[in-house]
């Protein structure tokens, strides 16, 4: 009797949020259904590691207590100071065109609540990530911290010149708006290494842009939709 | 003896706060979901008919109270329920993930719909009281309309919108006073003392206007040390600038990669919270400037030695300054907002380095196509810069986006000014799958045809990865050239995507897609499949023209399915989501309205005058009333649109041509006491008007456009003024002739006239979008036949009427 009360009363402190074998059952279920739509709407099956990686980051410990309920399902969320947490096929899709190694090093702008960083270090990098509005920063750097992701480097501060002391890097991804790709970034990417953007409006799922810089420095781009829409039917 | 001060004070009150509705949400939010918003908000005049009809005896009973207190009621909703609905949580961009959104937005529908309905139980309780005087009535009403919008756009020039509500408090309140002064003075001077002392006391915490956490300014404020350090409000927009010197803007659309440098500092601009460029520091030194070199609009700069430019739509100045670092030999600029050019010339003065006053620009505060059209001197290159931003000012006025910048016309104007072998230069974002760059250049294709050119010659465009530039020449490309362009692109990495003589190897290089739509699309747009080629392609790429200007809207139905299928699937792809709001809009007006018209016929049996009106009698005011509604909207927006595209300046153009409409209708309202009951004339009139108008008006406004604004000012009042007095007509002349025969009708007629109205303003733009102004204006002329033989009298039908 006194445990189950005691259950009740952990329950109620946690916001009622589901036991973390419930969790662990709906990060399943994420990952099944990111991979599912990679396969029916995207370019194909994704990285295995990728989709390991999803499924070992704790995505509600990411989203705001109130939305922890909605926190596996495959959809943006906003994360507070006009900011979103993407959607998890999209860091999926973003993670899977970054092609990152154990051992790489990664350079991500625009740190957010810290999801995608951490999804990046279960894949083995080293990451060095970037957030511009300072209380994000904060709270990303102790959530990090808490959840035992300690090798990410967090810095509040503006993205746009890199962070050289700590480049050059095997892989950039750039998460926050730009007009343009900075040319800091773009010298900061080792030969061979890889850079992504997403472009589009907040909420939407956005083109991504890849950035290859080739081994003789030379730069190609390429950009793609994530999902599968081709404009023009028959005739061809 | 008919309250008609106060009517036409609270119209005027309502119909300003309705604009002023449209600005407050382009500010809060974005343009779409105030559409949404006001059109439900508007159902209040239809609701309120229908609440008068229900308890007409008592509220008449207790007239001139019964006035008083709803205009009252209206002064103090306006204020307190704009307030409420700026707090209520709703995140507009999270609608097709949270169904719980709509909760939000329904609440906000609520909140606005009280004050509108407070204000038209009042005017509807005038109408119903003193039947006899419709004629007065209606034109008091509709002159005080006309009078509450054009002082709205004028104090728009003064006051920050928020601002303006406190006007709407004192006017809605001093309309009460002037309804209660006949019978209870004590009442009314209270009244007339608070209509003074209210805006005043107002607290500025009350009118805090709570943007959306996603609007750009927003965003922007965010960044530690980022501050407002200039702001101008007009009509057009509310135009800020902030300086975020630890987060630069570096605004630089289209940079190359491998440009070795980005933009030096810049202090960022927006209009109404969205971002609108940014402002760079000039100090005379052009070698900062190196970096405009390296973005695709930069390309007609290698093409052409030292031209002169005219830039349409100058802005923040980048552009002048790029024609500048360029080596242009002189620089017209076109800028309609004087607020915007306030700001970079005069607020931020030793920041720009005034770009405006550089030795060779000349600033022209103008509309682009006023200014095009106007004739004079011939320019080597014609820019037309992004000017997207500007869209969120126009739909204040009512629009879904309308361009009349990129038209199959606007694209032959700007070519009529250019010196031979001159280029026009249009730049666009590059979307995926690709729209806007496309249809622009459909519509350049057929422009160029239309000018007897071969568009196969003399069409060049390329692509970086965020925006797309499209050359047209005046004349064929030479081969130099065309060496020239392919040169630039290498250099930096930019795509053709078509040119002269291009083969698919010369396409999709540097910056690579999965299938290159860019392309194909030029090559299909210019080949013998053209027309089966627009079929096919999933979003409406036909050229725009100034009949129907939708340039953003590149919906089709077809392709629904697919979206909705993606978005099962856990997508959300980009998709212009303003045409299926206003769907969505229409669809709900449509529904409220028949649920409040058939609401008093459900209760007539315990209302006993409504039950004892003939019900032949009830038919014909239904269908009149309704067909009038319609007809009355579909006949003013697009020659509203038509002529105010006419004046150009969009403030002072709206203005005029608003004020012209309710005013000569007004007097038509007044003069219609004198007509005979039975006088059919005016809607053959009206019908008349418009078709000739339909038909004339395009050439005409066309062959005139580059007259001076005066004269087209005094052509505009003049043509406006016959089309509007006939339009006055009808309403008071049935309204009237149903006071006569069954005075109870008359508060539901007029509800049901409100609804069509809404009804109408949704439904004319969405038919413009898909058959052109025109048609809709056709259908219009066709309403008022049907409105002439559904006339409400109680003969029976094929009866001769007795005038």
Redesign the interface.
């Known amino acids: 009797m006194a445990a189950r009360l005691f259950a009740l009363l952990a329950c109620l402190a946690t916001g009622l949020a589901p036991a973390a074998d419930d969790m662990a059952r709906e990060r399943q279920a994420m990952v099944e259904?990111v991979a599912a739509?990679a396969r029916?709407?995207g370019?194909g099956a994704l990285d295995p590691r990728v989709l390991a990686a999803l499924g070992r980051v704790p995505r509600h410990e990411f989203v705001p207590p109130a939305l922890r309920f909605a926190a596996y399902a495959?959809?943006?969320l906003?994360i507070?100071?006009?900011q979103t947490i993407s959607?998890p096929?999209i860091v999926a899709a973003m993670s899977d065109l970054l092609k990152v190694s154990p051992g790489d090093t990664v350079l991500e702008i625009g740190t957010g609540s810290g999801y995608q960083a951490a999804v990046l270090a279960e894949l083995g990098a080293a990451v060095s990530t970037i957030e511009?509005?300072?209380p994000l920063a904060r709270e990303a750097a102790g959530r990090l911290q808490r959840l035992g992701y300690a090798g990410i480097a967090t810095r509040?501060?503006?993205g746009?010149d890199g962070w050289p002391e700590r480049g050059p890097f095997d892989a950039i991804v750039v998460t926050a708006a730009?007009?343009?790709?900075?040319?800091p970034l773009?010298r900061q990417l080792k030969p061979g290494g890889r850079m992504v953007i997403p472009?589009?409006?907040?909420?939407?799922?956005q083109?991504l842009?890849l950035?290859e810089k080739r081994a003789d420095g030379t730069?190609?781009?390429?950009?793609?939709?994530?999902?599968r829409?081709?404009?023009?039917?028959?005739?061809? | 003896m008919p309250p008609l001060a106060a009517v036409a004070a609270l119209s005027a009150a309502a119909l300003a706060y309705e604009v002023l509705l449209l600005r407050l949400f382009a500010i809060i939010q974005w343009h779409h979901f105030a559409y949404l918003a006001i059109s439900v908000a508007l159902l209040g005049f239809g609701a309120a008919g229908t609440f008068v009809t229900l308890a007409r005896r008592r509220l008449l009973a207790l007239y001139p109270a019964s006035f008083g207190l709803a205009a009252a009621a209206f002064a103090v909703a306006a204020v307190a329920c704009f307030a409420a609905a700026g707090r209520v949580p709703f995140?507009a961009?999270?609608i097709?993930?949270?169904p719980g959104e709509f909760l939000g937005l329904a609440a906000i529908y609520l909140l606005l719909f009280l004050p509108f309905f407070c204000a038209a139980t009042a005017l509807c309780i005038a109408y119903a009281g003193f039947g006899a005087h419709v004629a007065q009535l209606y034109g008091a009403d509709i002159l005080g309309a006309g009078l509450g919008s054009l002082g709205l756009l004028a104090a728009l020039h003064v006051l920050h919108p928020a601002d303006a509500l406190r006007a709407i408090l004192g006017l809605g309140l001093a309309a009460a006073a002037l309804a209660a002064w006949p019978a209870a003075k004590r009442a009314a001077a209270l009244l007339a003392a608070a209509a003074l002392a209210a805006p005043w006391l107002l607290p500025a915490a009350a009118l805090d206007l709570v943007a959306s956490?996603?609007k750009d300014l927003?965003?922007a404020l965010?960044?530690?040390g980022a501050q407002v350090v200039a702001q101008r409000s007009s009509p057009l927009g509310v135009v800020t600038a902030v300086d975020s010197p630890?987060?630069?803007?570096?605004?630089?659309?289209?940079?190359s990669?491998?440009?070795?440098?980005?933009p030096p500092e810049q202090i960022a601009l927006f209009v109404d919270g969205q971002a609108a460029g940014a402002v760079t520091r000039f100090d005379g030194d052009l070698a900062p400037l190196a970096y405009l070199a390296d973005t695709p609009s930069a390309l007609p700069y290698r093409l052409l030695a030292h031209p002169r430019v005219l830039v349409l739509g100058a802005g923040a100045g980048g552009d002048v300054l790029q024609a500048l670092a360029l080596g242009a030999r002189s620089v017209d600029a076109v800028e309609p907002d004087a607020q915007l050019v306030a700001v970079v010339q005069e607020d931020l003065a030793a920041f720009s380095g005034r770009p405006y006053d550089l030795p060779g620009v000349r600033l022209h505060p103008a509309e682009a196509r006023g200014f095009a059209a106007a004739g004079g001197e011939r320019y080597d290159l014609i820019q037309v810069a992004l000017l997207d931003a500007f869209g969120s000012g126009a739909a204040g006025l009512g629009s879904l986006a309308e361009s009349h910048l990129y038209t199959v016309e606007a694209l032959e104007t700007y070519l009529a000014r250019l010196a031979p072998g001159g280029l026009l230069a249009i730049t666009r974002w590059v979307t995926?799958?690709?729209s806007d760059s496309l249809r622009l250049f459909a519509t350049a294709v057929t422009a160029l045809e239309r000018r007897g050119l071969d568009p196969s010659a003399s069409l060049v465009m390329i692509r970086g990865?965020?925006t797309a530039t499209l050359l047209v020449r005046n004349g064929a490309f030479a081969p130099a050239e065309l060496a020239a362009v392919r040169d630039f692109c290498r250099q930096r990495?930019f795509d053709t995507a078509y040119f002269p003589g291009i083969v698919a190897p010369d396409a999709n290089r540097?910056?690579?897609?999965?299938?290159d739509?860019f392309f194909?699309?030029t090559q299909a747009l210019l080949g013998p499949?053209r027309a089966?080629?627009l079929e096919?392609?999933?979003?409406d790429l036909a050229p725009t023209s100034d009949d129907r200007p939708y340039f953003f809207h590149f919906f089709k139905w077809r392709s629904l399915p697919?979206w909705l299928e993606?978005r099962r699937?856990?997508?959300?792809?980009?998709l212009d989501w303003g045409y299926p709001v206003l769907v969505v809009a229409l669809a709900q007006a449509v529904v409220a309205s028949l649920l409040l018209i058939l609401l008093p016929l459900a209760l007539a049996g315990t209302r006993r005058d409504f039950a004892a009106a003939p019900p032949r009698l009830r038919r014909r005011a239904a269908a009149y009333f309704l067909v009038l509604g319609l007809g009355f909207m579909a006949i003013e927006i697009p020659f509203l649109q038509r002529f105010t595209f006419f004046l150009s300046h969009p403030a002072t153009a709206a203005a005029v041509v608003l004020a012209a409409f309710l005013a000569f209708a007004g007097l038509g309202a007044r003069f219609s006491a004198r007509l005979a009951p039975g006088a059919r004339w005016p809607f053959a009139a009206v019908a008349a008007i418009a078709l000739l108008y339909a038909a004339a008006l395009p050439p005409l406004t066309a062959a005139l456009m580059g007259l001076a604004q005066g004269w087209k000012i005094l052509l505009t009042v003049l043509l406006v003024a016959p089309l509007a007095f006939c339009l006055g007509l009808p309403f008071p002349l049935g309204l009237a002739a149903l006071a006569a025969r069954a005075e109870a009708l008359v508060p539901w007629a007029w509800g049901i006239n409100g609804f069509a109205s809404v009804t109408a303003t949704l439904l004319a733009t969405l038919l413009a979008m898909h058959w052109g102004q025109t048609v809709v204006v056709l259908i219009a002329a066709a309403l008022y036949g049907i409105a002439a033989w559904q006339f409400p009298r109680d003969d029976a039908p094929g009866e001769a009427d007795s005038a």
Not at chain 1, 199 to 205: D, H, K
Not at chain 1, 219 to 227: F, N, W
Not at chain 2, 246 to 255: C, D
Not at chain 2, 569 to 574: M, N, S, W
């Open positions: 259904e739509m029916a709407v370019s495959n959809r943006p906003p507070g100071h006009g959607q096929y511009i509005v300072e509040a501060g503006d746009y730009a007009s343009h790709v900075p040319p773009v472009v589009g409006a907040l909420f939407q799922t083109q842009m950035v730069l190609s781009t390429r950009q793609m939709m994530p999902v829409f081709v404009p023009l039917t028959g005739g061809h | 995140n961009l999270e097709a993930w949270n956490d996603y927003r965003q965010r960044a530690p630890r987060a630069p803007p570096r605004h630089a659309p289209g940079l990669l491998n440009a070795a440098a980005g995926l799958p690709p990865w965020s990495a540097f910056n690579v897609l999965a299938r739509d194909e699309a499949d089966g080629f096919r392609y999933k979003f697919e993606l699937r856990g997508a959300l792809p980009p």
